[in-house]
Each structure stands twice: as structure tokens, then as C-alpha cells.
């Protein structure tokens, strides 16, 4: 199993439809949960990180996450055409020397047509 | 307010060469983590710097090695370059003390070996 997985897409939406992304993670013991987005040829982007069990809100964009689930998901609400990109999951793992990684998903491909 | 800045943005070498790829983290920041992204896949994490210590070592070779200077920048070195080794290669910046939240992206280096 991988450590965190996401649908690769594409997710096609129509322009000012409501965009759902959805991530799964497999170590319990991870703490905080991120949204970076990445248009091609750019480096990622953070849209949101959220640590608590519960939604998110940022303008357009929501954070949800179930711990127990080990979920984590994000809306983008009156979806537009800039937001077509891929949209990459990412959990933050821990190490003994507490430094920290975030370990990524293969990200998902969201294309919003005018 | 500088963002992460990398340098150089792209690079070409042959199998064999060496190279080093290098990154200051935003102002502010002490902490400085490098991935790799290969087309088509998440960013994958290579190693994190804090006090000129590697404090997380992902699952790469012994050719991939870094260092951390006084002033918080870092250098990604690695050794025996192979065809695998082409890739986007970011570095991301963040507080120790704040390591559970987001790290900011800088702009990358593509690497390409021949």
C-alpha cells in the first residue's frame, strides 16, 4: 500500500461547478495533511494544510479531514479555468531525529472547461 | 520579501558527472528540505537540513549528499549521475520550530542527464 494515494484523473468539471479531490494516507500517526497545486513546468503552490479532524474554508477552497478514515479531501468551490492543475496530496511523517517529510501522492489532474 | 530561490534553473550532464544544485529558503526560514519530482509523479523526499545537521534522510543513495550553511542555504550534490537521475529538483523551505506546517517551494532545477 502506498503511503498516499490519490486518483490521478483527469477530473473534468465544468467551469463554476464545485471540484472534489480526495486523498487517502496510510500511517496513523501522521499529523498534518497539505494541498499544493502545480501547473505544468512550475513547482508546487500550498493552497491549505490542516491538522484537525473537520473542514478547512480558505475563499473557495475547503480542507476536510477524517482522521479515522485516514481521508483527506479538497473542494474547490466556482471551479475556473486557472485552476486547472494538478493538485497534489501531501502528510507530513515524522522521524526519530524529529525532522519531517512530506510525503506526496502522484497528485490529481483537474481541468475546469470554460 | 525574497521567496526560496534556486539556482541554476536548468542543467544538462552526462552519465557519470557530477553536479550541484543549489538553495536559499525565504527570509526567516532555518529549515531546508530537497525532493524530486519525475514526470508524471509526485515529489519524492531526498533529505532535510536544520543546523547545518541532516535531521531526514529519505530513500535515496549514498550519491545524493547535501550540506547546510551558516546562513540557512543549502546544496544538493549528487555523484555518479545516472540516466534516472533527470528530474525537477525542488527545494523547500520552514521554521524548525514550526516544522508540522506547510514548506514553501522554490522554483526547482531541471535536470537533465545524457
Known amino acids: 500500500q502506498k503511503e498516499v494515494e490519490q486518483n490521478s484523473g483527469p477530473l473534468s468539471v465544468p467551469e463554476g461547478a464545485i471540484a472534489s479531490l480526495n486523498c487517502t494516507y496510510s500511517d496513523r500517526g501522521s499529523q498534518s495533511f497539505f494541498w499544493y497545486r502545480q501547473y505544468s513546468g512550475k513547482s508546487p503552490e500550498l493552497i491549505m494544510f490542516i491538522y484537525s479532524n473537520g473542514d478547512k474554508e480558505d475563499g473557495r477552497f475547503t480542507a476536510q479531514l477524517n482522521k479515522a478514515s485516514q481521508y483527506v479531501s479538497l473542494l474547490i468551490r466556482d471551479s475556473q479555468p486557472s485552476d486547472s492543475a494538478t493538485y497534489l496530496c501531501?502528510?507530513?511523517?515524522?522521524?526519530?531525529?524529529?525532522?519531517?517529510?512530506?510525503?506526496f501522492g502522484k497528485g490529481t489532474t483537474l481541468s475546469v472547461s470554460s | 520579501d525574497a521567496g526560496v530561490t534556486q539556482s541554476p534553473t536548468h542543467l544538462i550532464k552526462t552519465r557519470g558527472q557530477q553536479v550541484t544544485l543549489r538553495c536559499s529558503p525565504k527570509?526567516?526560514?532555518?529549515?531546508v528540505s530537497w525532493y524530486q519530482q519525475a514526470l508524471g509523479q509526485g515529489p519524492q523526499f531526498i533529505f532535510q537540513y536544520y543546523e547545518e545537521e541532516e535531521r531526514q534522510r529519505g530513500n535515496f543513495p549514498d550519491r545524493f549528499s547535501g550540506h547546510q550553511f551558516p546562513n540557512y542555504s543549502s546544496e544538493l550534490n549528487v555523484n555518479a549521475l545516472l540516466l534516472g537521475d533527470s528530474a525537477l529538483y525542488l527545494c523547500a523551505s520552514s521554521t524548525w520550530l514550526l516544522r508540522f506546517n506547510e514548506q514553501f517551494f522554490g522554483p526547482g532545477t531541471r535536470l537533465t542527464v545524457l
Open positions: 501531501a502528510v507530513n511523517k515524522v522521524s526519530g531525529q524529529a525532522g519531517t517529510a512530506l510525503i
Open positions: 527570509s526567516g526560514h532555518d529549515t
